[in-house]
């Protein structure tokens, strides 16, 4: 069982949720994580979207959506 409260816990979730084509509306997130949409913000601006290329937010629908499988072609630059 996920524990939503611990922060990768919860980036790992939403990094793999995103990778596998499902869109993320963040106030729907929040009720569902039981924490506050600011959490959830924050999880994005401050540790996916700097990072991610291939995550977005599409404000036409409100959601963060991401290239199909990204997490399969990421790679992670230690120098970065």
Sequence with gaps: MIDFTNRLERLMYLLDTLSSGTKLSTPLLATQ???TKKIIQSDFNTYILPYVDA???DGSIKCHVARR???NYMRLDVDS
Excluded: R
Aim: hydrophobic share 55%.
């Design 55 to 57: 995550v977005y937010y």
């Design 69 to 71: 499988n990204f997490l």
């Design 33 to 35: 994580f039981k924490i």
